[in-house]
């Protein structure tokens, strides 16, 4: 659907767009055009079949008007000479007709001019005032046309219509003028309307594709922090036994084949959760994919898969039920345990780490991992320190904090505080009594 609304919201391009040209107006085309070089978009747009067609219809308006009043012009009481240059001078502006688009402005002006000793002349007039309102802000259409409305009565005071009264005249040119220019108007409100709706289209598509990528960026972290909070416990138990395993080749038989099993499973529950995480990222909504998320209650479970691992994990758990936690809690609490016991599998192997959660509702839930300063020199294991920024986020996401660094004694502890809200059955009952 968003793809849809898209594709319909682009404005026309290509193929379909050359087939339109003809039908729009140049300075139109000359905006709208996405494939036109610069060089051609910053120069004099050229003529369209449209143009060529108005511009031709416009100049026989302004001939004809001419013609007409050329043909009353011997009820004026003219001499043959002005009525001669009368209607030369009405030619010639008829012939400016087609300069209308290079120069509106200049040519209105002129015309303004030439139409008051030239009534042949006032075809072109409208025309190159018509011109000034499509094409120039109002203030050039308010200068020229309120010069025009002044000199109206003036011209026909000088050159008085012998068929209609002197007011009647003025009015309907009054009218003339005025129905011009607001039809002049209207044609430039609608040209900057199809203007305004194609940067509002490129501006919905630009909004579109910037959501479209922050999506994906934002699909890109979740799979990075999923990744990194399933599979570096993993992958940390790999490369421990695969270390012994390099480092004490001698070795008592049942102590390697119980590591080499110990690297089977951890590899085989790598891959596995590899599976899930990646299912569970491609589903329209994570929480509805199926896949069991591992809330408080599965600490238990961690601890004796590091336990068995070789690890020195003592777990105090104060909580009485684990299952009474929310599940965004829970989870948030099992990945800092997890995150600490790889940490303290990595940079200080042989340690004994201490797990220690408590908490009640309305209080919060407090997780602290701990772990003394190693014993010997440690191997240099590779780490960016992302897990734990990525447990802060987590934490305050949730809305609560977390802070880590290394204790008095050398060792390192990891303590975060979250939100466990009070039972809202309890919260239902209070209120209930206090109403009654």
């Known amino acids: 659907m ?4 898209q594709h319909a919201a682009q404005p026309p391009s290509g193929y379909s767009f050359a087939r339109r040209r003809w039908l729009l107006p140049s300075a139109v085309v000359h905006e709208l055009d996405p494939d036109a070089p610069r060089s051609v978009r910053s120069g004099r ?3 369209t079949a449209r143009d060529w067609i108005v511009d031709f219809s416009l100049f026989l308006l302004a001939a004809t008007i001419g013609l007409l009043d050329a043909d009353s012009m011997s009820s004026y009481g003219l001499s043959p000479a002005l009525a001669a240059l009368d209607q030369l001078l009405g030619a010639l502006a008829c012939a400016a007709v087609w300069l209308r688009r290079r120069w509106p402005v ?3 002006v002129a015309l303004l001019a030439v139409c008051f000793v030239s009534s042949t002349s006032g075809g072109a007039y409208l025309v190159a ?3 000034v309102a499509v094409h120039r802000p109002f203030r050039y259409v308010a200068w020229i046309g309120g010069v025009s409305l002044l000199q109206a009565p003036v011209f026909y005071w000088l050159r008085p219509d012998p068929e209609m009264p002197y007011l009647v005249v003025i009015g309907f040119s009054v009218l003339l003028l005025l129905g011009v220019i607001g039809w002049g108007r209207l044609a430039r409100s609608k040209r900057e309307l199809m203007l305004s ?6 501006h919905a598509e630009s909004e579109a594709q910037l959501r479209a990528d922050r999506a994906q960026r934002l699909a890109r972290e979740a799979i990075a922090r999923e990744m990194h909070d399933v599979l570096a416990h993993r992958l940390t138990l790999l490369s421990v036994h695969a270390g012994a395993l390099e480092f004490r080749p001698d070795a008592p038989r049942p102590e390697i084949a119980r590591a080499a099993g110990v690297i089977r499973e951890s590899a085989h529950e790598a ?3 590899l599976r899930e995480i ?3 990222l491609r589903a329209a909504d994570a929480d509805e994919s199926g896949r069991p998320q591992p809330t408080l209650g599965a600490l238990d479970a961690l601890v004796a898969e590091s336990r068995a691992a070789g690890a020195k994990v003592r777990l105090d758990q104060r909580v009485t039920d684990p299952g009474t936690v929310p599940a965004s809690v829970g989870r948030t609490a099992y990945r800092i345990v997890q995150e600490g016991l790889t940490n303290a599998r990595k940079h200080a192997p042989g340690a004994e780490v201490a797990v220690t959660v408590g908490g009640t509702p309305g209080e919060g839930l407090d997780v602290r991992v701990r772990n003394p300063a190693p014993d010997g020199e440690v191997p240099p294991v590779p780490g960016s320190g992302q897990g734990l ?5 987590r934490a305050t996401l949730a809305g609560g904090h977390l802070t880590h660094g290394p204790t008095p004694d050398a060792g390192f502890e990891i303590r975060a505080w979250l939100p466990w809200p009070p039972a809202a059955g309890r919260g239902e009952g209070v209120g209930a009594g206090g109403e009654g």
């Not at 968003?2 to 609304?5: E, L």
């Not at 709706?197 to 490129?202: G, I, P, S, V």
Request: charged share 30%.
């Open 389 to 393: 920024i990525g447990l802060t986020e």
């Open 129 to 131: 005032l018509f011109t």
């Open 197 to 202: 709706l194609r940067d509002r289209a490129r």
């Open 106 to 108: 200049g040519l209105a």
């Open 45 to 47: 747009p050229r003529r």
């Open 278 to 280: 990646i299912g569970v």
């Open 271 to 273: 891959l596995q959760d």
């Open 2 to 5: 968003r793809g849809q609304v």
